[in-house]
C-alpha cells in the first residue's frame, strides 16, 4: 500500500454503489491531489451526489476501492471517515433545524473528540467574518433561515471542522450572484491555504474556471477529465453543460 | 388409556397471575392425590390449562378450545367473575359442569344456568358479615367503603354499603380506586378529613397493602376492614411490614389451612416451599367435589354431575360442602380475621 | 374544607407529580433523539424496582445494617444493573430498525413490553413483592388541633428533590454540552450528524442508558418510598408518565417534570375533592385541553416548518 | 471455517457475560417476602442456552457453506416499493380462490377454531379501519380501541335501552363512532404527529374509564350481555328468546335440521365474510380514488397539500371518522360474537396489537393486513399450549418480526397507469 | 388593474421585520421577478401572497378578471376583534373563516406555488402527484368512486389526461410512473412545476426554478416558461438567482433587499440601478 503516491488526497478505483437493486455507479475511478480544486460536473441523476455520498460510506460502495491519505476507507463507518479530516456539504443543506445558527457551526467540531477552546473561538470568528451574515443570526433557529443563510450555514459548518479535504456538492445552490462570487473566492483561498476541494457544481462555467482539474460523469461513469480549461473549452462539454 | 378431562382456566398470565398460580398448584396438588388413589371411575385425571389472564375476549376462546378441542368432562374456574360469567354460557350450552373456586359475583348464579356451580361464598354475603362486624363489633359511625372498580371489589363494596344502609348507616365516603397504581395518599388525605373512624376496602391485597400503609403514614389509625382479596402473605409483603397491618380485619372462609382436612395437606404445601394461601386450597376442593360427583353418579354430564352435587355433601379438604339449588354454597362459613404485627391473621373471637 | 387538607393534598400532588416526572424524563429523552416512544420504558422501570428489592435483601443477609449505606448501594447497584437492561432492550429491539419507518419501533417497544414484563413473570413470580419501610420519620406542620397537620415523610422530600436536581442535570447536559448538542443533531439528521462524525449509534446508547438510569432512580425511591411492587407496575406508571411528557412538551426536560407535576397535582386534588373514579379522566381531559391549545406541549417548542 | 468458529466463541462469550449480569440477579435471586432465595442453576442454565444460541447463531450466518440458510433470515429494511397496474389477472384468480377457501372453512373447522376465525375477521376489519387512518392518512392513532369499545357499547347499550337488533345496531354503531370520530378529530387534528398519538390514546382510556364508571348505564366492571344476533327474525338459540323463532324450527319446514350451538358462529363469521370482503374491496378502491389519494398525499406532505388547495383539517377528519366507523361496525360484531362486553376488552394492549397487525402488514398494503391480522389471532391461540410461555413468546415474535421485516410482511403496490401515446 | 396587488405588506418574525411595507403589483399575463440577496424576504413574501404566513400587517388582493377582487389575506381566518362580538355578519364570517379558512383556500382562488426546498409526495408516483393535485375538480363522491360510476370514470379518464399533458410539456413523459422521491433533482424541481400547473391556477409562483439545474437545463425551463404565459396565458411569478435567465425572460423585476423594495422596472433599469449593484449583483459587473 505504500507506494501510493503520497500527495494523492483522495483516490478512487472502479467505485460502484447504488440504492437497493439500483444501481447508480458503475466503476467510477477518479483521483484528488493535495491542494487540488477537482469539480465534478454531469447532468441531473448522473450520479454525483451519491459519489459524494458514498464517499462516506452511505450507500456504502458494492465494489471498488476508495483511498484517503493512501488508506482504504471502503467498509469504515461514517463517523469514522468524517474523523479523518475529511468534511461535506451535502446536498439540500441538511443543516439542524432546531438548533440555533451557533450551535449548528459548533456541531462542525464538537463530535471531533479533542477540544480546544481558543482554536475554536478562532475558527468561530473566521466563518462569522467569512458570512456576517450568520454572524447577525447567531441565535436564530437554523430552519427558519432563507435558503441562501442555510447554504452558507452548511458551508460554514463544514469549515468549522479545518478539512484537509472539503467535499461540496452545488454550493452555489440558492445563493445570490454576489455571494457566488464570494463562495468562489473563499473557495480559492483555502485552497491556496492547502486544503483540498472536491467540488460538485450545476453552475459548470464558474466551477470549470475555479477549479485545476474537472471530470464529468455521465449515467454513472466518468466520461472526460482533464484541466478546467480544457474542459471549458471541449465542445461537448459546451453543448451538454454550458448551454451552447 | 382413557382419561378423565379436566380444564383449569383462570389468570395465569397478566395482572391477576398471583391467583392462576394459587388455582394450579391446588387442582395439581388434587389430581396428584386423586390419581394416586385410583382416579375416577378408575380412569386417571389430566388438568388442561386454559389462559384468561382475567380477559373475557380471552375466556371465550379458551372456554371453546376446553370444549371443542380438549373436549374436557369439566372445569375448574374461571377466577374472575367477569370472565366466568361470559365463558359459563360456553360450558352450560356444551353441558358441562363448571364450578368456580373465586368468582364470588352474585351474578355468577344467578343466571339460571344449569351447570355452574362455585366454591366460594357470595360477595352479598361477605358484605353482610362485613357491615356487621363494622357496626356491630367496631361501633364505627363514620365509615369510609373504598372500591377497586372491578367486579369483584366494587361488588364487595357495594354488598358491604347495602347492608350499611339496612342497619340504618349511611358511609360519608364511596369511590373507586385504580386497580394497579400505588399512590392513595390523596385518598387517604380525603379520609382522614371526613373523619372516617373505619375503613372498608373491597378489592386485593396488591392495593390493601399501599393503602394501609399510607393511611398509617398519614397518621389514619382507624380499622380497614377488607375482604377475601388480601388473603395472603402477600399482603404484608405489599404493606411494607407487619407494623402497618395492624387493626386490619378481614372476612373469609374458615381458614381451610386450619381444618382438621387440611393439615395434612398443607404440611405437604409447605414441604415443598409453597405456602397453601388465598384459593389453593379451593381449586383443590373444587376438583375433589368434581371427582366425586363423578365417581358417585357415575356420570360426565354437566347437568347430572351439577344435579348430584346440589343434592349431596361432599367431603373436601375444607370440610364437608354442598349445594342449594342455584349453585351456591349452602352454608356460608364467612367469619372475621384480624391481622396483627407479625403478619399473621387469626378468627376474631 | 381547611387549609391543612388542601396543603397535605398539595403536598401528595407534589410528590406524586415528581415520580411521574422522574419517570416522564426517560420517555422524553429518548424521544427527543430518535423520535420515537419507547413503551419498553414503563417495564425498565418494574425491573429497577425488582432490582432494588434484591439488592435490599442481599444487603440484608450480609448483614449491612445502615440504612444509609444500603440506600447508596442499591441506588448504585440498581442503575447499573438497570442501565444494562436500556442498553440491551435498545441494541436488540430498536437498533436494528433505524433506517424503518417510524412506526416500526414503536411496535417492536410494545413488543419488548409484553417479553419484559413477562419474562419478570417468569422469573420472579407473579406475586406482589414488597422492600420493608426503611426511611421512617417526617416533617410536620401541626396546627392547634393536633389531629390537623401537613406532613412530609422524609423519603418524599428526597423524592422531590431527586428529582428536581436530576432533572436540572440532565437538561443542563442537553443544552449546554456537546454531548447534548451531538445528541440533538443526532435527533434532526442522523446522516448530517454521522457525516460531521458523531458516532450516532453510541451517542443513542448513551441515551437509554441514561434513560434507563433515571427509571433507576425512579425505582429506588418510589420502591422504598411505597414498599410494593409486582411485575406490572411498569404499565401504569409508565403511561402515566407518558403523559406527563407529552402534556409537558416531548422532548423537553423540563417540560417533562413540569407535566408530571400538573397530571400529579391534577390527580390529587380531583380525587381529593372531587371524585377519585373520574381523576384519570380529568388528568387526560387536562391533557386533551392544553394540547388543543398549545399544541406542542406547555414547554415543548413549537414546531415552526418554514416553508 | 476456523476463523469463523473462533470469532463465533468470542462474540458467544461476550453475549454470555452480558446474560449473565442481566439473567443473574433476575433469575438467580429470588424474592421471598423480604428476603432472598438463591437460585444460581436457573441463571446458569438461562446464561448456557444463550452462550450456545448465539455460538450457533453466528457460525450460521458466517459460514460460507451454510450462506443459503442465512439469506433467508438476513433482514430487509429497503422500502420495496413496487409499481404495478392494478387488476392484474393472477390476482383475480388469487382473490377467487382466498374467498372460496374462506367460505369453505366453517365447514372444515371446529367450533374453537371457527371463533378464532371470527376473531381474526373482526382484526381484520379493525386492521382495515386503522389502516385507513395510520396507513394511509398517516395518523398516528394509539387510541382506536375506543370506537371499537363505541360500537361494541352501542350495540350492548342499544339493544338494552333501545331494543336495537343487530342489523338496525350496525349502522347506528357506524354512525355514532363515525361521529365521535369526528367529534374528536376536529380539535386535535391540527396536533402534529406524536401529540395526536397520545391525545388518541388519552381518549381510548378515557372511553373505557367512562365505561367502567358510569355504573348505572353500563353496569361498569361487571358488563352487560348482548343479544345474539338474528337474521330476518330467525334465532340461533335452541329457544326463541327475542320473540323470533328458532332457525332450526323454521329452516326445519323445509329440510332435515337439527338444532346445532355451531350454526350462530357460523352465522356471524358469513355476514363478517361479507362485511370484511365489501371492506377490502372498499379500501383497494379507496386508494384509487380522490380522497384515497388525498390521504396520502397528506401523510407525505401536509405543506404541499395546502399548497394545492386541499383542506387538510377536513380530508383528516375524513379520514380519521371513516377508520371510526368500521372500528365501530368491528365492535358490534365483537359484541355479537362474544355475547358479553365489559370494558377489560378494550384496554390500550388491544390498540396496540390493531396497530401491531397495521404496522407488521405494512402500512397502507390491504393484503399485509389481512396477513397480519391472520397471523397475530391464530399465533397466540396456537401458543396456548405454551401456557405460561405464551405471552412472553408472542412478544419475542413482534419483536422479531419488526426487526426481520420492519416495513412490513409484504411489499408496497403503487397503482400503475397505462400512458398512451397522447396525439398532440 | 394588476392580477396582484400587494399593498403595504409587513411580516414580523418576533423583533425581525423580514419584510416592510412592499408594494408591487403583478400584471396579467407578465412575467414578474422578485430577486434580492440571501435573506431579503423574497421567499417570505411568496409565503405570504400564497398564504403559509399571515402577514402582520397590509394587504394582498387577487383580481381575476371578470370577477370581483378577492382578499387573500380574510381567507386565513383572523383573529377575532372586538368590533366582531356586536355584529353578527362580521362575526359569522370571522368564524366561518376560522373554520374553514386557510392557505388551501388561496390556491383554490387560483394562486399556485413550488417550493424552495422541494416537497413532493415522495412514495407516491408521479402520476399520483399530479392527479393528487386535481383534487379540486374531480369527483370526490365517495359512492361514485366506489361503485365506479361512468361520471367518475370520465372526471378521472380527464384528469389522468390533464396529469399526462403537463407531464409531457415538462419533459417528463418517461417517469410517470416512477416514484416521485427516486427522482432526480432536476427531475423534481419539474414535477414540482408540472404539479402546481395541474391546480389550474391564474397565478403561478415559482421559488428559485432553476436552481440545481446546469446551463442548457436552465435554458429549457426558460423555454418552459415562456410557453406557459404564450399559450395557456399564466401569470408567473417567480423568484431566482439566476441573472442570466431573469434577465432574459422577466417582464418586470422587482428588488427587495432587507425586506423593502429597493428598485423595480424592466430587466434593464434594475440592472443599472446603482442600489441594486451593490446589494446584489456586485459593482463590478457594472463595468
Ligand atoms: N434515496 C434514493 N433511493 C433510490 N434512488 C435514488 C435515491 N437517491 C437518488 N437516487 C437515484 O440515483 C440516481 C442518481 O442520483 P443523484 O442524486 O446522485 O444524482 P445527481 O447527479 O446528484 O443529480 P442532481 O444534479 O439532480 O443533484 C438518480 O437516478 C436517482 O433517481
Ligand atoms: N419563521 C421565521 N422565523 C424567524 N425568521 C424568519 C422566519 N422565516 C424567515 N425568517 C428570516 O427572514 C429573512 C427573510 O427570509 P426569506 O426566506 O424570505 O429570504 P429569501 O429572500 O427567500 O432568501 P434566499 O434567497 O436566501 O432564499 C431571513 O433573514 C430569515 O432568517
Ligand atoms: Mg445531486
Ligand atoms: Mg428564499
Not at chain 2, 353482610?128 to 367496631?138: D, I
Request: glycine letters at 12%; a neutral charge.
Amino acid at each position: 500500500m505504500r507506494q501510493v503516491e503520497p500527495r494523492m488526497v483522495l483516490e478512487l478505483e472502479g467505485v460502484a454503489a447504488g440504492y437497493g437493486p439500483v444501481r447508480v455507479l458503475h466503476g467510477v475511478s477518479l483521483h484528488v491531489h493535495a491542494g487540488e480544486i477537482v469539480t465534478l460536473i454531469g447532468a441531473n441523476g448522473a450520479g454525483k451526489s451519491t459519489l459524494l455520498m458514498s464517499i462516506f460510506g452511505n450507500p456504502r460502495p458494492l465494489a471498488g476501492v476508495i483511498r484517503l491519505h493512501g488508506v482504504d476507507i471502503v467498509g469504515e463507518s461514517t463517523y469514522g471517515i468524517a474523523r479523518r479530516g475529511i468534511a461535506q456539504v451535502p446536498e439540500g443543506r441538511r443543516i439542524f433545524g432546531e438548533m440555533t445558527v451557533w450551535e449548528n457551526l459548533l456541531m462542525g467540531v464538537t463530535p471531533l473528540g479533542a477540544r480546544d477552546g481558543e482554536r475554536e473561538g478562532r475558527d468561530l470568528g473566521w466563518v462569522m467574518s467569512l458570512f456576517p451574515r450568520l454572524g447577525e443570526r447567531r441565535e436564530q433557529r437554523a430552519g427558519t433561515l432563507s435558503g441562501g443563510e442555510q447554504q452558507m450555514l452548511a458551508i460554514g459548518r463544514a469549515l468549522m471542522s479545518r478539512p484537509r479535504l472539503l467535499l461540496l456538492d452545488e454550493p452555489s445552490l440558492g445563493l445570490a450572484p454576489l455571494m457566488i462570487k464570494q463562495i468562489f473566492a473563499i473557495l480559492r483561498q483555502i485552497a491556496d491555504e492547502g486544503v483540498t476541494i472536491f467540488l460538485v457544481e450545476q453552475n459548470a462555467n464558474q466551477a470549470l474556471q475555479l477549479a485545476d482539474r474537472g471530470y464529468v460523469l455521465v449515467n454513472g461513469r466518468i466520461t472526460l477529465s482533464g484541466s478546467g480549461q480544457a474542459l471549458l473549452g471541449d465542445a461537448e462539454v459546451r453543448g451538454a453543460y454550458l448551454g451552447g | 388409556e382413557e382419561m378423565v378431562r379436566i380444564g383449569v382456566a383462570g389468570p395465569f398470565s397478566g395482572a391477576y397471575a398471583a391467583f392462576g398460580e394459587q388455582q394450579w398448584r391446588g387442582a395439581e396438588a388434587a389430581i396428584v392425590d386423586i390419581n394416586r388413589g385410583g382416579g375416577i371411575l378408575g380412569k386417571q385425571i389430566l388438568l388442561i390449562k386454559g389462559d384468561d389472564a382475567c380477559e373475557p375476549k380471552q375466556a371465550m376462546a379458551v372456554a371453546n378450545r376446553l370444549v371443542d378441542n380438549d373436549e374436557v368432562q369439566a372445569v375448574v374456574g374461571h377466577f374472575c367473575s367477569s370472565t366466568t360469567m361470559p365463558a359459563s354460557e360456553v360450558y352450560d350450552e356444551a353441558g358441562i359442569l363448571v364450578m368456580t373456586h373465586g368468582s364470588t359475583n352474585p351474578m355468577v348464579t344467578e343466571r339460571g344456568l344449569k351447570t355452574v356451580l362455585r366454591m366460594c361464598g357470595r360477595d352479598d354475603q361477605q358484605g353482610t358479615v362485613g357491615a356487621e362486624f363494622v357496626v356491630k363489633r367496631l361501633g364505627a359511625k363514620r365509615v369510609a367503603v373504598l372500591h377497586d372498580k372491578d367486579t369483584y371489589g366494587q361488588g364487595l363494596a357495594d354488598a358491604m354499603k347495602a347492608h350499611l344502609h339496612t342497619l340504618g348507616l349511611t358511609e360519608v365516603m364511596y369511590e373507586g380506586l385504580t386497580r394497579g397504581e400505588k399512590d392513595f395518599n390523596a385518598l387517604v388525605t380525603k379520609i382522614k378529613a371526613a373523619k372516617a373512624d373505619a375503613v372498608y376496602f373491597g378489592g386485593l391485597h396488591s392495593e390493601a397493602g399501599p393503602l394501609v400503609r399510607q393511611m398509617r403514614e398519614q397518621g389514619v389509625d382507624v380499622p380497614l376492614v377488607s375482604g377475601d382479596g388480601i388473603v395472603s402473605e402477600e399482603f404484608v409483603t405489599a404493606a411494607g411490614g407487619g407494623r402497618f397491618v395492624k387493626n386490619v380485619y378481614m372476612t373469609f372462609g374458615a381458614d381451610p389451612r386450619k381444618s382438621p382436612e387440611g393439615k395434612a395437606l398443607v404440611a405437604r404445601f409447605r414441604e415443598a416451599g409453597y405456602e397453601p394461601e388465598g384459593y389453593t386450597l379451593y381449586a383443590y376442593a373444587v376438583v375433589q367435589s368434581i371427582a366425586a360427583a363423578m365417581q358417585e353418579s357415575g356420570s360426565y354430564n354437566g347437568v347430572e354431575l351439577a344435579n348430584w352435587l346440589k343434592r349431596h355433601s361432599v367431603e373436601t379438604v375444607m370440610g364437608p360442602k354442598s349445594w342449594d339449588a342455584k349453585g351456591d354454597l349452602k352454608v356460608s362459613d364467612y367469619v372475621m380475621y384480624q391481622w396483627d404485627e407479625n403478619g399473621k391473621y387469626a378468627e376474631v373471637e | 374544607m381547611n387549609s391543612y387538607v388542601i396543603g397535605q393534598q398539595l403536598v401528595n400532588g407534589v410528590v406524586l407529580g415528581s415520580i411521574y416526572g422522574l419517570i416522564a424524563v426517560g420517555y422524553t429523552m429518548v424521544y427527543g433523539i430518535i423520535g420515537m416512544i419507547n413503551f419498553a420504558h414503563g417495564e425498565i422501570y418494574m425491573i429497577s424496582a425488582y432490582l432494588t428489592a434484591i439488592t435490599l435483601a442481599v444487603l440484608t443477609t450480609w448483614g449491612v445494617d445502615s440504612v444509609f449505606l444500603a440506600l447508596i448501594l442499591t441506588l448504585i447497584s440498581s442503575i447499573a444493573f438497570t442501565a444494562l437492561y436500556g442498553w440491551t432492550v435498545e441494541r436488540i429491539a430498536y437498533r436494528p430498525l433505524r433506517r424503518s419507518t417510524r412506526l416500526a419501533p414503536l411496535i417492536s417497544a410494545i413488543g419488548m413490553s409484553l417479553v419484559l414484563q413477562n419474562y419478570v413473570r417468569l422469573a420472579q413470580g407473579s406475586r406482589n413483592q414488597g422492600v420493608p419501610s426503611l426511611m421512617e420519620g417526617n416533617l410536620r406542620l401541626v396546627g392547634e388541633n393536633p389531629e390537623q397537620f401537613v406532613q412530609v415523610t422524609y423519603v418524599q422530600l428526597v423524592i422531590v428533590l431527586t428529582a428536581l436536581i436530576s432533572m436540572g442535570i440532565l437538561s443542563w447536559t442537553i443544552q449546554k454540552t456537546a454531548l447534548g448538542r451531538a445528541c440533538r443533531a443526532t435527533q434532526q439528521d442522523r446522516v448530517m450528524a454521522e457525516l460531521l462524525g458523531v458516532n450516532t449509534d453510541r451517542i443513542i446508547s448513551v441515551v437509554f442508558v441514561l434513560g434507563a438510569s433515571m427509571a433507576a432512580v425512579a425505582g429506588v425511591l418510589v420502591t422504598v418510598n411505597y414498599g410494593s411492587f409486582d411485575f406490572h407496575v411498569g404499565f401504569v406508571t409508565g403511561i402515566k408518565a407518558f403523559t406527563a411528557a407529552v402534556l409537558g412538551g416531548i422532548g423537553s426536560l423540563p417540560g417533562a417534570m413540569l407535566g408530571g407535576l400538573i397530571l400529579g397535582l391534577s390527580e390529587s386534588f380531583f380525587a381529593g375533592f372531587v371524585n377519585s373514579d373520574y381523576k384519570d379522566v380529568f388528568a387526560f381531559s387536562i391533557l386533551v385541553l392544553v394540547l388543543i391549545f398549545k399544541p406542542s406541549g406547555l414547554l415543548g417548542r413549537p414546531a415552526v416548518e418554514k416553508v | 471455517m476456523q476463523k469463523v468458529i473462533k470469532h463465533a466463541a468470542m462474540d458467544a462469550l461476550k453475549v454470555g457475560l452480558l446474560g449473565l449480569l442481566l439473567f443473574g440477579p433476575m433469575t438467580g435471586m429470588l424474592l421471598d417476602g423480604y428476603g432472598i432465595h438463591y437460585a444460581p442453576s436457573r441463571a446458569f442454565w438461562l446464561v448456557g442456552l444463550l452462550l450456545l444460541g448465539r455460538f450457533m447463531v453466528v457460525v450460521v450466518m458466517n459460514s460460507p457453506a451454510l450462506s443459503g440458510v442465512a439469506d433467508l433470515f438476513k433482514r430487509k429494511d429497503r422500502v420495496e416499493v413496487v409499481v404495478s397496474p392494478m387488476g392484474q389477472q393472477h390476482h383475480k384468480i388469487l382473490v377467487v380462490l382466498t374467498l372460496m377457501v374462506a367460505m369453505a372453512l366453517p365447514f372444515l373447522l371446529s367450533k374453537y377454531w371457527l371463533n378464532v376465525a371470527i376473531l381474526a375477521l373482526i382484526y381484520i376489519l379493525l386492521g382495515l379501519g386503522l389502516n385507513i387512518v395510520v396507513g394511509l392518512a398517516g395518523l398516528l392513532d394509539l387510541g382506536f380501541v375506543a370506537f371499537y369499545a363505541v360500537g361494541a357499547y352501542s350495540y350492548a347499550l342499544g339493544a338494552e335501552y333501545l331494543g336495537l337488533s343487530f342489523w338496525q345496531a350496525i349502522p347506528f354503531a357506524a354512525l355514532l363512532a363515525a361521529s365521535f370520530g369526528a367529534v374528536l378529530g376536529f380539535p386535535v387534528l391540527r396536533m402534529h404527529g406524536d401529540y395526536l398519538a397520545i391525545v388518541t390514546l388519552g381518549f381510548g382510556e378515557i372511553i373505557r374509564l367512562v365505561l367502567n364508571n358510569w355504573i348505572s348505564l353500563t353496569g361498569g366492571p361487571n358488563g352487560l350481555r348482548t343479544p345474539l344476533p338474528t337474521l330476518f327474525g330467525m334465532e340461533f338459540t335452541k329457544r326463541a328468546t327475542q320473540g323470533g323463532t328458532p332457525y332450526h324450527e323454521v329452516l326445519g319446514q323445509w329440510m332435515e335440521i337439527d338444532y346445532s350451538r355451531a350454526a350462530r358462529y357460523v352465522f356471524i363469521y358469513v355476514t363478517l365474510l361479507v362485511v370484511v370482503t365489501l371492506l377490502v374491496y372498499m379500501v383497494q378502491r379507496l386508494k384509487r380514488m380522490p380522497i384515497g389519494r388525498a390521504w396520502e398525499a397528506l401523510r407525505e406532505d401536509e405543506i404541499a397539500c395546502r399548497s394545492l388547495g386541499i383542506n387538510h383539517v377536513m380530508v383528516k377528519l375524513s379520514a380519521f371518522s371513516m377508520g371510526a366507523m368500521v372500528g365501530g361496525v368491528g365492535g358490534v360484531f365483537f359484541a355479537a360474537s362474544q355475547g358479553f362486553v365489559n370494558p377489560a376488552s378494550f384496554t390500550f394492549f388491544e390498540s396496540a396489537l390493531i396497530l401491531a397487525i397495521v404496522v407488521l402488514g405494512g402500512l397502507g398494503s390491504v393484503v399485509g393486513v389481512i396477513v397480519a391480522a391472520v397471523v397475530l389471532t391464530v399465533l397466540p391461540e396456537l401458543l396456548r399450549d405454551f401456557t405460561e410461555y405464551r405471552v412472553l413468546i408472542f412478544g419475542c415474535a413482534m419483536v422479531v418480526m419488526m426487526v426481520w421485516r420492519p416495513r412490513g410482511l409484504l411489499r408496497i403496490h403503487r397503482p400503475e397507469f397505462v400512458v398512451e401515446k397522447r396525439v398532440p | 388593474m394588476s392580477l396582484l396587488t400587494v399593498e403595504d405588506l409587513t411580516m414580523c418574525f418576533g423583533g425581525l421585520t423580514a419584510l416592510n411595507q412592499v408594494s408591487f403589483g403583478v400584471e396579467r399575463g407578465s412575467i414578474t421577478s422578485l430577486i434580492g440577496p440571501n435573506g431579503a424576504g423574497k421567499t417570505t413574501l411568496f409565503n405570504c401572497v400564497t398564504g403559509f404566513y399571515r402577514a402582520t400587517a397590509g394587504e394582498i388582493w387577487l383580481h381575476r378578471p371578470g370577477q370581483q377582487g378577492q382578499d387573500l389575506v380574510e381567507m386565513l381566518g383572523q383573529p377575532f376583534r372586538l368590533g366582531d362580538w356586536v355584529d353578527a355578519r362580521a362575526f359569522t364570517r370571522r368564524v366561518w373563516f376560522k373554520v374553514f379558512g386557510g392557505s388551501h383556500r388561496v390556491a383554490r382562488a387560483g394562486v399556485a406555488r413550488t417550493f424552495q426546498n422541494i416537497r413532493l409526495f415522495r412514495e407516491m408516483t408521479v402520476l399520483e402527484n399530479l392527479l393528487v393535485a386535481q383534487h379540486g375538480r374531480v369527483n370526490r363522491n365517495l359512492v361514485a368512486g366506489i361503485v365506479q360510476t361512468a361520471a367518475f370514470r370520465r372526471s378521472e379518464r380527464e384528469a389522468l389526461e390533464r396529469a399526462l399533458y403537463w407531464l409531457a410539456e415538462m419533459g417528463l413523459e418517461q417517469s410517470a410512473n416512477q416514484l416521485a422521491g427516486a427522482l432526480p433533482y432536476g427531475y423534481q424541481r419539474r414535477l414540482e412545476i408540472a404539479r402546481a400547473l395541474c391546480t389550474d391556477p391564474v397565478l403561478i409562483c415559482l421559488d428559485e426554478p432553476a436552481a440545481g439545474l446546469n446551463p442548457r437545463e436552465t435554458a429549457e425551463l426558460s423555454g418552459m416558461m415562456e410557453g406557459l404565459r404564450a399559450r395557456h396565458g399564466l401569470t408567473i411569478f417567480l423568484i431566482e438567482h439566476d441573472m442570466g435567465l431573469v434577465m432574459e425572460i422577466s417582464d418586470h423585476v422587482v428588488v427587495l433587499d432587507h425586506g423593502e423594495v429597493i428598485a423595480r422596472g424592466t430587466p434593464q433599469q434594475v440592472q443599472k440601478n446603482p442600489r441594486v449593484l451593490e446589494a446584489y449583483l456586485g459593482v463590478e459587473e457594472a463595468a
